[in-house]
């Protein structure tokens, strides 16, 4: 498993350009993200110089990282005829290879260059993913085939870089792979039980937490 590029970026804000076309609006985002290739500190709450641009959605300590898998940009090609689509296109932090949400689970530990960290939970994809690339459903599309990618949160800081091996030392819930999670998630497979279990994770982030309780009992909110 090998971290292959990194991408951080500052939050910016687009002005509309005229065109009345549904992602033709004013926006702020830290989605433009540019590749580095020193070494980069990664803290508590992420990398060094990167900014997000929506802190009540993104980013904190759950959230510090977010990762894809460079396994899944073949198809996104095809799928949606840009070409070439580059590493950061999906406004991740790492584009790692060996890290398939088939394949890890929630919990996961890995040591990484300097840093230790950990698998938080699946990513869920935002509407700025579909105004970055003026696909009106690949938000939609990405939640459906599970190529959503994932989030790390920092158990030990220090400094990165592209091609460091990423090391496995833990996996404490073999049982919630990222698919397995997003299918009760997205898909709301095995119901409120399945829900209620996964809520039960201890490893898992907060707000997946706080979501998958309010779903499996909803008279404890009513």
Known sequence: MKLLSIQISTAVEIQPQGTNEWWDKEWR???????????????????????CAD????????????????????????????????????????????????????????????????????????WKLSRRWKIKDLSAQVEANGFTGFYFRVIHHGHVKPGDSLELRGRPNPRWTLQICNEIMHQKKGGAEAALQLSRCPDLSGSWKDHLWRRSSPERWS
Do not use: M
């Open 29 to 51: 985002t830290s989605f433009f993200k540019k590749p580095v290739t020193d070494p980069v500190w990664l803290g508590y709450e992420g990398l060094r110089g990167d900014e």
């Open 55 to 126: 802190s009540k959605h993104h980013g904190g300590v759950d959230k510090a990282v977010c990762v894809y898998a460079s396994e899944h940009y073949p198809y996104w090609t095809q799928i949606t005829g840009i070409d070439p689509l580059p590493h950061g296109g999906f406004a991740e932090n790492f584009t790692t290879e060996g890290l398939l949400e088939t394949e890890i689970c929630v919990g996961d530990i890995y040591s990484l260059g300097e840093a230790t960290v950990q698998i938080s939970q699946p990513r869920q994809p935002c």
